[in-house]
């Protein structure tokens, strides 16, 4: 499931106090959400069930885990059969690269052919670099409602360790 700023904490963020511009400040929320899963590579991933095959009883997922969905095994018969809960284990966190160690004290070798199901994303908690990320783009979407200035005398200058700074040890590289 996508993340969620509410807009709540866009407008203490913000320190907006009225009503008028809460439907534009919904939608900067979102956009922001949006773009910070771009930068980190994983824009479109969270919304679909993935599927992982594997002969591996412990491996590290490519993606933040949300839920494991389930986890079956092929017996000898060619049908998968489902695991139950106990006889697995997601280990780590969001922050660090997830495994799935799947019991092999209750009979499961490497070598079997195992199916994980399983979401993607980040859980009931945000991780706090992403939405301070989401908050410096909500920031700047609500300050600079237009993507030219005119005549404002302003120089454009980056601020050192904002959003990239953020996002850039969070990214996932893909290579074909």
Not at 147 to 174: D, K, T
Request: charge should be negative.
């Amino acid at each position: 499931m996508k993340p969620v700023l509410t807009l709540t904490q866009a407008k203490a963020h913000l320190r907006v106090e009225h009503e008028f511009d809460d439907e534009l400040i919904s939608t900067y929320a979102e956009a922001a959400v949006d773009r910070t899963l771009q930068e980190i590579g994983l824009a479109g991933v969270l919304e679909r069930d993935h599927v992982t095959e594997t002969t591996r009883t412990t491996f590290g997922f490519l993606y933040p885990v949300e839920e494991i969905v389930s986890v079956e095994k092929l017996d000898a018969a060619g049908t998968w059969v489902v695991v139950p809960p106990a006889e697995y284990q997601l280990c780590g966190t969001i922050e660090e690269r997830q495994i799935l160690e799947i019991d092999e004290e209750a009979g499961h070798v490497a070598g079997s052919d195992y199916r994980v199901t399983w979401k993607a994303g980040f859980g009931a908690t945000l991780p706090a670099w992403f939405r301070v990320a989401c908050y410096f783009l909500i920031g700047h979407y609500y300050e600079n409602r237009s993507s030219v200035l005119i005549g404002q005398g302003v120089s454009a200058v980056e601020v050192p360790m904002g959003f990239i700074h953020l996002c850039r040890p969070h990214r996932r590289w893909f290579f074909a």
